[in-house]
């Protein structure tokens, strides 16, 4: 079909393809399947944020007549806040307290209070934001992704020759592979139908 020179170029060029996308796009490869693995398990934990509680004892028996915003100032100190947003009352004896990402629910009468801040899960908050598209334009560098590892996939098939190449040992690997997704595609119809 072609001749051997012309097949060794091919061969070098497919080298060079395979070898050279899979070095640039290794990075990204990385993040979108550690992000993928985050995103997969949304009922076990969340992947953009951690939500960070603590319980802490105030002053008690205090009415919502006595609630001022020094003693507001006074119970943002106990959980360590410098200054709060806005306080209401969801109760005669509850006041809750709002900061930025954070929040703290008090208990007027018994002096408990209930603090959560949420922060955001560093890596894994900035990888989801790239796997779920949610830049502007992003959609873009996302789709050629896709493209390049179709290409790292393909050129990857005929790297290696003879026994262990593509036409022998290969196809039935990738055969083997691709009854992964099917056999999930049949399952999900056949308990779904």
């Not at 020179?5 to 070898?19: A, D, F, V």
């Not at 996939?153 to 190449?165: A, E, H, N, P």
Request: one cysteine or more; glycine letters at 6%; aromatic letters at 16%.
């Amino acid at each position: 079909m072609f001749s051997s020179h012309t097949s060794r170029k091919l061969r070098r060029l497919n080298l060079t393809w395979h070898r050279d996308l899979g070095y640039f796009f290794s990075s990204l490869i990385i993040i979108y399947c550690l992000s993928g693995l985050a995103l997969n398990h949304l009922d076990d934990w969340d992947p953009d944020f951690i939500i960070y509680k603590k319980t802490v004892h105030l002053p008690a028996h205090l009415s919502m007549n006595q609630v001022t915003d020094d003693v507001v100032t006074d119970f943002s100190k106990a959980v360590e806040e410098s200054h709060f947003k806005i306080y209401d009352f969801p109760t005669d004896n509850q006041v809750k307290i709002y900061y930025d990402n954070a929040s703290l629910h008090v208990n007027l009468e018994t002096g408990t209070g209930h603090y959560e801040r949420i922060g955001k899960r560093h890596f894994f908050y900035e990888a989801n934001v790239l796997h779920r598209n949610s830049l502007a334009g992003w959609k873009w560098m996302s789709d050629i992704f896709a493209v390049m590892l179709i290409a790292i996939s393909v050129t990857g098939l005929f790297i290696l020759r003879g026994k262990y190449g593509f036409r022998r040992r290969g196809v039935w690997f990738t055969l083997a592979g691709l009854l992964l997704p099917v056999a999930a595609v049949w399952l999900f119809y056949y308990f779904n139908s």
